[in-house]
């Protein structure tokens, strides 16, 4: 049985967590830790497969957490969840150890996407991210990003790769216009590509479409 | 006056008296001697010789020492030993000469000795030789008389000469030394005439060029003698002056003063003063006189005059004291201040009634007052490096000094110095001027304007503070909050997508999608809100990070280049100084966005001595003098005073060929802040 905590010290965001999660993995055991003093004790008393870490917390800082759960519990996965955009706290917590990093604002999809690949035993990192780090550190980062797609987005994805327009995507969904729109500004998001021919070489690549 | 030839000589008819009381050796003598010329007079006994030299003295006697009755020995003791005739040459002949006899004779005082029978040449030879020697004696005698004549006369000449001129006196003692020597030989009266001429020329030579005026004058006034530089001074001629009278040289309005002049000249024998001249040119000028009267040697008394212009002196003067009283006055009613100090004796040597006011002295207490009466201790060793200063030619500068008053009360003055020369000694001449107001205007001054920076610096620690917990609050709270609304929505998404499509579902879907992308759209606001009051980065991750996230931004925002030269890790440092390194990067950025048109930018971060040295240098236009001096340069002196305020120091200047520097030290060890 897969054991996670969320360790996050707004009550708003650790159910929103546990619910993407528990719909996720229903057979995981997930426990909740409200600040760093919590999600240290737990971790001295439990070992966890996975710790979905929030990097700001009051008191002892994400990074601390990070770093004392990859001294008790050298086998606990950690994958960070951050509300600062910038790179410079991703590289800070993957050189403390943390298998993932992950923006708070990012999709369920994504996390949900996140965990398995951590889980799995590798490292996962946004496209965007990937894309800055492979800037920053000069190395290239292999990425499956349509893993993080949701059913929908990948919908979508088929149909521009099919050369349809967004308004006959919308027709074809039931949905308005400016919604395909949103969800193709997902798509470009989590990929890390922009124009639809992009789009369409991508899909047809990774065999998403005929 | 003495002329150069000699008197008379006696005339070659020479008359001798020839002795003999043997008639025929008497006519021998008698007949060779008138044979050659001579005048003879023969006798032939001692006593007829006596008498004819008694009736008439010849001018030599050829006398037989053997005779009847008195013999030539007796008759040449009897001759020498009267004065009438002891000068008559004798030459003794005798027949039985015997060297006794011969001695005797001469010292008797006769001439010479002839023996019989004698050589007619070398009687002859022996009466010329001796007539000679006479004659030369005589005209000796007559030289003498008319030098001690010559000598009465020289003596009132030098008696008056002595009056005038020294020097004349000392050729006159010349030409007297000379007379002297004169009367034993012609030689000696050549020198003495020479002297005398010399000893005269030199006397008239002063005279006619003295630039002083020398004239006499009788007791009328009228001018008697004037020299040359009389006529050069008055502007007439010699001739004229000497048909003047002296009251023709005064001013018109002073003429009447000559008759008190003259009865005083009179009455002391002496008279100066000073007198009014008009010149010929009618040319005021001022005369100084010294006059004195001569009545000795002279038939009328007359008035010996010297004079000399004294115009340009006495103008000298006048200005000299009117100089003189306006510095008085100006040094008296000063309202500064004012002393004079000796730097030799570093004595004061006059003070002013400023001074006196201002100190409490009274100006003679005041000078005997040393330095260190007037000063406190340790403004002592200021004041004699100053004075040590002046004594080497340095000028002085203005300074404020504490003054100490009689009462032992102080005040601040604005010293003034000035080197100067008083009575040919170095002084310095200081003005002072009591700055207490103004000082106590500065001092408060300078504590206000350190309590408004004081004040700016709590301000701005304050606003950073707040800006901080704001940030943190919006960050988290509401970030926070938002971030479980969109896994809300995102959530309710998922569910409504797996309730299957239609047309009803896609309008609900629509307003999920759209209430999710509003929330994104909120929270990207809310993270920017944030991170411009006070980015999370800078106080979780530190300076270099942040400064490397700034850099990055600015990039992307503005195209501009910017190379890093940052530490690998992040030096020790309070927070306060990570934020002033922080914010002045941050609004250096803003700047070269703003103003420079920078194609790169520099930035690079170093440890330096227990400090941290940031320097932002940019390639574009470059900061102005103007900029860096302007009043409103408000960001450039907000980055000076946050450096200033944790002990650092902020710099600007221009590039070396263009853009801007900006050099900012801060100390980053508490020894370091204590120190600056």
Redesign the interface.
Known sequence: MTTILIA??????R???R??LA?AFPEANIAEAGDSGQATQLLLKQAFDLVVLD??MPGR?G?EVLEEARRLRPRTRVLVLS????E??AI?AFKLGAAGYLN??S??EELVAAVKRVLAGGKYVTAVLAERLAAVLGAEIEQAPHETL???ELQVLRLIATGKTLKEIAAE????E??VA??RVRITDKVGLSTNVELARYALQHRLVD | MITSSLPPAPSPLATILVVDDTSDSLALLAGILTRTGYQVQPVDSGELALAAVAASPPDLILLDVRMQGMDGLEVCRRLKAREETRHIPIILISAFAEPEERVEGLELGAADYIAKPFRKKELLARVKTHLSLRRAEVSLEQHAAALQQTNVKLHSEIVERQRIEAELQQSLDRAERSRRALLSTLEDQKRTEDALRQGEDRYRDLVEHSRELICTHDLEGRILSANPWASRVLGYQLDTILQMNIRDFLVPELRGEVDTYLAEIKEHGAAKGLLLVQTAAGERRIWEYDNTLRTEGVAAPIVRGTAHDITERKRAEDALRESETRFRAVFEGAGDGMFVLDLESRKFVISNAACSRMLGFTPEEFLNLGIPDLHLPEGLPFIFEEVEKFLKGEAGVRADTRFKRRDGSTFFADLNPTLITMSGRKSVLVAFRDITERKQAEDALRASAQQLRQLSARLRDTREEEQTRIAREIHDDLGQALTGLKMDLRWIEHQTEKLGAGPQMGAILDKIVTAAGLVDEIVATVQRIAAELRPGILDRLGLIATLRHEAGRFQERTGCAVRLDLPDKEPRMPPAVATAFFRICQETLTNIARHAGAGSVDIALQPEDGALLLEVRDDGKGITLRELNSRHSLGLLGMRERAAALGGEAEFRRGPERGTIISVRIPTTAAEVERA
Do not use: C, M, W
């Not at chain 1, 509300?83 to 910038?86: A, D, G, I, K, M």
């Open positions: 996050d010290d707004h009550a708003v965001v159910r929103g967590l619910d993407i719909e990097i700001n800082s990074l509300v600062y955009p910038e410079a706290f800070r708070k604002q999709a369920p949701s059913n929908r969904l039931s949905l308005s400016k919604t949103t969800y």
